[in-house]
């Protein structure tokens, strides 16, 4: 079975520009995840969806980030302008809601120059 | 805020039995221990999760104290490929689709 996949891999930047990262969840689970890891702060939950719906979106860091799951299969987050700051690894997650597991996607590793 | 205590890193031989420790003193009724782990580069792993009974699975066995205050993740014969960090995360809903809170977990290292 395919597990929850992102894309890009890597993705190096120059600050100011505009960052999208993309997710598709497994199919079937209708709760899906956006976590930022850095060395400083560890694993962040940014935002999380449940049916589509975010429901929490607290952890996003400032109104340069946004999120969105036009769809049951997909999912971006938006970094719009990119900042240095921003450079992390970006790592989607799903779970069917049942019992509490989450599916980690490989992550997306973000450099900001 | 963190909820949960874990020892910041530990070593364990290969073959040997690997003993994670965390301490989760405030826990509430409704809380359940779950346990993750990531290997270096990749996203976290799932490993187990526990109310109040003893668990155990293909991968771990997971040991909860009476008084549900501190729990133990077993890893009966750990390989080179078990070293991680670990995370021990108490959560309220079993079954509600919130997200989980990592704190800095226990990096296991299995030495040869």
């Known amino acids: 079975d395919a597990g929850v996949i992102q894309s890009p891999r890597h993705e190096v930047t120059e600050m100011g520009q505009e960052v999208t990262l993309r997710c598709k969840p497994i199919?079937?689970?209708?709760?899906l995840f956006w976590y930022r890891q850095t060395m400083m702060r560890g694993l962040e939950l940014l935002i999380y969806?449940?049916?589509?719906?975010?429901?929490?979106d607290s952890g996003m860091p400032e109104d340069r980030f946004s999120a969105k799951m036009p769809n049951a299969s997909f999912s971006t987050l938006k970094i719009q302008p990119s900042e240095p700051r921003d450079s992390a690894v970006y790592f989607c997650?799903?779970?069917?809601?049942?019992?509490?597991?989450?599916?980690f996607g490989e992550g997306s590793r973000l450099t900001v120059l | 805020d963190a909820k949960t205590t874990q020892p910041p890193s530990m070593d364990c031989a290969e073959g040997r039995a690997a003993n994670l420790p965390c301490n989760h003193s405030?826990?509430?009724?409704?809380?359940?221990v779950y346990w993750y782990r990531q290997i270096h580069s990749q996203g976290p792993q799932y490993i187990i999760h526990?109310?109040?009974n003893n668990e155990t699975n293909e991968m771990a066995s997971l040991i909860i104290t009476e008084d549900r205050k501190s729990s133990t993740l077993i890893l009966p014969h750990a390989t080179l490929r078990d070293t991680a960090v670990y995370y021990c995360?108490?959560?309220?809903?079993?079954?509600?689709?919130?997200?989980?809170?990592f704190g800095k977990g226990t990096h296991l290292i299995i030495q040869p």
């Open positions: 997650a799903s779970t069917p809601g049942v019992t509490g597991e989450l599916f």
């Open positions: 199919s079937g689970h209708n709760s």
């Open positions: 969806f449940n049916n589509n719906v975010p429901i929490d």
């Open positions: 405030t826990i509430s009724g409704n809380e359940y």
């Open positions: 526990g109310l109040k």
């Open positions: 995360i108490v959560r309220v809903a079993h079954g509600g689709a919130d997200g989980l809170t």
